[in-house]
């Protein structure tokens, strides 16, 4: 775990290269019990916006989110991790979409123990941690 991951109790940003498959649903989100062959007990699929092909891709980021959350507290779940949604393939500027993530996480940080923020790159997690230090501690 890198130091300053540390500083943060609530989201916890990590960098993480597993080698997972993800799947999603449009226009809705859905829980799953058992969590296919991942270790954990639920599984939320969502799907995010691609960038410079959807009208609006700031709404429907946030409410990726903001509606994965909902679940997740009406299910009683006290532990949620998130990808960076839309920013690979679907090309949403990183900085951006981490202003999004993060304030969003931050209006249900007390419906939840931990949010984790499972990013797949350097540059995505400098990104990440750079916001929620300004998001975060400002």
């Excluded at 990590?14 to 954990?40: D, I, M, T, W, Y």
């Excluded at 609006?56 to 903001?66: F, G, Q, V």
């Excluded at 990808?83 to 969003?104: H, K, L, M, R």
């Excluded at 990440?128 to 501690?137: R, V």
Aim: with cysteine; net charge positive.
């Amino acid at each position: 775990m890198r130091q300053q991951d540390q500083i943060f109790k609530k989201p916890v940003i990590k960098s993480q290269k597993p080698n997972l498959e993800s799947a999603a649903h449009q226009e809705k989100q859905e829980l799953h019990r058992g969590g296919f062959k991942l270790p954990v007990s639920h599984v939320i699929h969502t799907v995010g916006p691609v960038f410079n092909f959807h009208c609006n891709p700031e709404d429907i980021l946030r409410s990726a989110y903001k509606n994965c959350l909902s679940v997740g507290k009406a299910n009683n779940i006290q532990y949620i991790a998130f990808p960076a949604i839309s920013c690979g393939v679907s090309q949403y500027p990183p900085d951006e979409a981490a202003t999004i993530a993060i304030s969003t996480v931050k209006e249900f940080a007390n419906d939840f123990k931990e949010v984790h923020f499972i990013l797949f790159t350097d540059d995505i997690y400098n990104v990440w941690l750079k916001k929620a230090k300004e998001l975060l501690q400002g």
